[in-house]
């Protein structure tokens, strides 16, 4: 319209180095991650060809800022690491967003000893971090945990369990969720601290049997009274319920992005068998009923897309509204990765209900986004709270 200027907020923009950025990391993993997927998943294995391809690549923990021996990729260069990996291996893929995951706390509360200590050995692929909040009976209501940290002089003593902790027994850290305060008020009574892998008192559940990413062990863990120092804490005692939900306000942004890449994983799949497979005659792309249905699923899938860098663009500058853009994202993508991957298998028929082709793995994959860091229906929650309190759609 005549005399309206562009507005001056710019959701995002991927840049040449971005571009870039994806063709380097889709190269690695068609290389070196891609050929060892269905084994991985066959083996209910952990990927370590895909660990040291990252690690040698530095898209092992690309979000670690330079400060601290990273890379210092920002949020949507993160995501789209993340989404490539997926494209070929969602188990791989969380090796990278698990490692986000557990170092966000750091990021947005750690002291600066803290910072030093920890991030620079993630930076390096020494180690991944894991990320310890669900609990057997505090899922989604993460303020019902009952895992607990009492002062013993200057140190804590942790006892309780975790559940569902993605890479558990690989991770030598894990940022650990706890009560400090039984009798406080509910959900100010939390704090996070680092545990490290061999503390005495530390040990972990059998790996759980999956449907899908049975390449990423999912495993409890234990504490029977495990002495932390003072400086094991993150961030302010009894802020630490508030800090998980800022992190994942971050990290749902990125399994936003596993799911778009599992979803363009299974398109690819689609696409290049229907051009091949013939019937009646002709290539099965040519009747309009599949065409039909691969363009629906392409839409979804870069609305998706669309949807997740933005969310990825209000990570990088904090934006107040990024806790709906990071719900929306991640439930949109995850219904989408649902979708596409359930069609994909119907495309290739028979064929994509065995073992020969990834599609069925990728449908399997993709029910998870749906389910961690937080439930689509509690996205949905989140999403309408964020709307009734005026906190969304003003320009």
């Known amino acids: ?76 260069a993160t995501c789209i690491v993340i989404e ?7 188990s791989s893929s969380l090796i990278p967003a698990v490692n986000k995951l557990g170092s966000m706390p750091l990021l947005l509360a750690g002291s600066e000893e803290v910072r030093q200590r920890y991030l620079p050995p993630l930076a390096r692929g020494e180690t991944t971090i894991s990320y310890a909040l669900s609990e057997r009976e505090a899922g989604s209501d993460t303020a019902a945990m009952r895992c607990r940290a009492s002062r013993d002089g200057e140190d804590w003593l942790l006892s309780g369990q975790k559940s569902w902790i993605t890479n558990a027994g690989v991770s030598q850290l894990y940022t650990v969720l706890a009560v400090t305060d039984p009798d406080g008020p509910r959900g100010g009574n939390v704090t996070a601290f680092v545990v490290e892998k061999s503390d005495e008192g530390f040990t972990f559940g059998e790996k ?14 234990h504490f029977d ?28 942004v990125t399994i936003a992005a596993q799911a778009v890449g599992i979803a363009q994983g299974a398109l690819d799949q689609a696409v290049s068998y229907v051009k091949e497979r013939r019937q009646f005659g002709r290539p099965v792309a040519d009747f309009q009923g599949v065409q039909f249905l691969l363009a629906d699923l392409a839409m979804q899938l870069e609305a998706a897309r669309q949807l997740v860098y933005v969310a990825a663009a209000k990570s990088e500058r904090g934006d107040a509204d990024l806790p709906f853009f990071g719900a929306a994202a991640k439930c949109y993508a995850s219904d989408a990765a649902m979708r596409v991957t359930t069609d994909a298998v119907q495309l290739l028929g028979g064929a994509g209900y065995t073992k020969d082709f990834p599609v069925e793995r990728m449908m399997r994959d993709a029910k998870i986004t749906q389910i961690y860091e937080g439930t689509n229906q509690i996205q949905r929650v989140v999403m309408a709270r964020q709307l009734l309190a005026g906190n969304v759609g003003r320009r």
């Open 84 to 90: 490539e990996v997926a494209r070929v291996c969602a």
């Open 225 to 252: 009274r495990v002495r932390l120092p003072g400086d094991r804490v993150v961030g302010e005692v009894g802020a630490g319920l508030k800090l998980a939900l800022r992190t994942l306000d971050h990290t749902r």
């Open 208 to 221: 759980e049997r999956k449907l899908g990413i049975k390449g990423s062990p999912t495993r409890e863990l």
């Open 1 to 76: 319209m005549h005399g309206v200027t562009s507005p001056s907020f710019d959701l995002y923009r991927t840049s040449e180095d971005h571009e870039e950025l994806r063709a380097a990391v889709r190269a690695v993993a068609e290389a070196k991650i891609a050929p060892y997927a269905a084994v991985v998943d066959e083996e209910a294995r952990y990927p370590q060809e895909a660990h040291d391809a990252l690690v040698a690549a530095d898209f092992f923990a690309p979000h670690v800022p330079e400060e601290y021996g990273g890379v210092g990729a920002d949020a949507l």
